[in-house]
């Protein structure tokens, strides 16, 4: 059995005699639903066998094409967030500094994913967890606290894609209401995406069982990404000339600047990447590398369409939810509306499995997904998961400015800080004084970075705090 967390000195000093062992090329096997702890033989050379320890998990590892995890990476970048990318990064930073920051920031984040995909099999250990990882090269420590950003990261991105199924709900109800109709409020549409998610998240086990899903999620995706576009490009044509400026004063630009800033590497990272790397077949490198070429070459295409589009029609007033800025057929934007909320009810079973395989793994819930047994834990514990998030999210429906925090803190901490000094830590002995450096720069950089998010995250909240109030109608 390979116990989670960080293990002693002695096991990593052992491990960690497999790295020098360079070029690994990993045979295929064939994983069942369920994992136990085992140690797979691999060829280095075709002469040299090694051990690569896998732990114990409930759920599926080494099943998925190259080509699925792509379209899992591509669900998450092109999912409803996009469509408020034209309002929260174009708007704070315009035309020149928006265009060239997603693009340099697609860059980056592809260089600091490929730290993370190189790693997952380093000093003989799969690691299919972050907080392996980390603990692995760090200790328990690191461990512990890496499992507590990761999840209170991808605890508020779930609430935030509720809040976001909620919001898009309620604009189709609007869309139909009567004039004289009460109108419902937005808690109560929250509540009901919340029982979607629920729904979905007991009735697929884990990751790798999205199969067919990740291809609706691209159907749907495409759906509200082209209606946007050519209801923006309608609205466009027809407009006076836009306003491009930079909105308020000298000083309050500071604030909006650094933390649209801290939203570009965001939108192109899962803070996830090991337990989707573990889904992937062998050999897991150059297969998941394959997969992080495809979601940022073709697989970024959508969304900057949307981006770049929906701020050139609308300028400094872009919404942060772009269909609500783009006029059109009732119907057109109302299918717009509810293929923004079935992606995000996709995209959350995605960012929410990390926590499902905590769950089923301590549990043991191993074995046929509809046993009473498994289905009944699934239940009570995804659907508990599901409905304290949805609680959250209605009452703290402005949850947007604590997840700019989150992500200054978490996000960004684990996608490029870690990501640089890990491979740092891992590979010096094989790093040239320049590539040293370089790693370093990064890590100082990046820090520098998230406390500046932090802080303007902050001075955001406290903006924002007169406008706060629990189970708001927004």
């Known amino acids: 059995m390979v116990e989670e967390g960080g293990g002693g000195e002695d096991e990593r000093g052992r491990l960690l005699a497999a790295e020098e062992i360079q070029e690994i090329f990993v045979v295929e096997t064939n994983m069942n639903a369920t994992t136990e702890a085992v140690n797979l033989k691999v060829n280095v050379r075709g002469d040299t066998v090694v051990d690569i320890q896998i732990p114990d998990t409930a759920h ?12 899992v990476l591509t669900t998450g970048t092109n999912s409803a967030y996009v469509l408020g990318y034209s309002g929260t990064i174009m708007v704070p930073l315009g035309w020149i500094g928006g265009v060239v920051g997603l693009f340099l920031a697609a860059a980056i984040s592809l260089y600091a994913n490929t730290l993370i995909a190189k790693l997952h099999e380093f000093g003989g250990k799969r690691h299919i967890r972050y907080r392996d990882l980390v603990g692995f090269i760090y200790g328990s420590k690191a461990y512990h606290l890496t499992w507590g950003l990761q999840y209170i990261n991808l605890f508020l991105i779930n609430c935030g894609f509720i809040i976001l199924a909620g919001s898009a709900l309620k604009a189709v109800y609007v869309l139909f209401r009567d004039e004289y109709e009460h109108t419902i409020k937005l ?16 009735g697929i086990p884990h990751l790798s069982a999205l199969g067919t899903w990740l291809v609706f999620s691209t159907i749907l995706s495409l759906i509200y990404i082209i209606v946007a576009i050519i209801l923006s490009v309608r609205d466009g044509v027809k407009a006076p000339a836009r306003d491009y400026e930079i909105q308020g004063s000298s000083f309050s630009k500071i604030f909006t600047i650094t ?43 959508p969304m900057y369409a949307v981006t770049f589009i929906g701020y050139w029609a609308y300028g400094s007033s872009t919404s942060t939810y772009l269909l609500n800025s783009v006029d059109g057929p009732l119907w057109v934007k109302a299918i717009a509306h509810v293929s923004a909320i079935l992606q995000s009810v996709i995209s959350l079973h995605i960012y929410a499995s990390p926590t499902y395989e905590y769950m089923d793994t301590k549990f043991g819930i191993k074995g046929n997904s509809l046993a009473i047994k498994n289905l009944m834990f699934r239940i009570m514990a995804r659907g508990g ?90």
């Open 259 to 301: 933390g649209a800033a801290a939203n570009l590497f965001c939108a192109f990272n899962t803070g996830m990447l090991p337990e989707i790397q573990a889904t992937v077949r062998q050999p897991v490198v150059k297969n998941m590398m394959k997969a992080l070429y495809f979601q940022f070459t073709a697989g970024v295409l």
């Open 385 to 474: 998961y599901i409905a304290v998030s949805t609680l959250i999210s209605a009452l703290l429906p402005f949850l947007g400015d604590f997840m700019s925090f989150s992500g200054a803190v978490s996000t960004s901490p684990l996608t490029f800080i870690l990501a640089n000094h890990m491979y740092y830590k891992a590979k010096k002995k094989n790093l040239n004084p320049m590539q040293k450096l370089w790693h370093w720069l990064n890590v100082v950089f990046f820090s520098f970075m998230s406390v500046a998010a932090a802080i303007a995250a902050v001075r955001l909240i406290v903006a924002d705090s007169k406008n706060f109030h629990v189970f708001a109608d927004l």
């Open 60 to 71: 599926q590892i080494s099943t998925d094409s190259w080509f699925q995890v792509a379209f």
């Open 187 to 202: 808690p109560y549409c929250i509540a009901i995406a919340g029982i979607i998610c629920a729904v979905f998240a007991i």
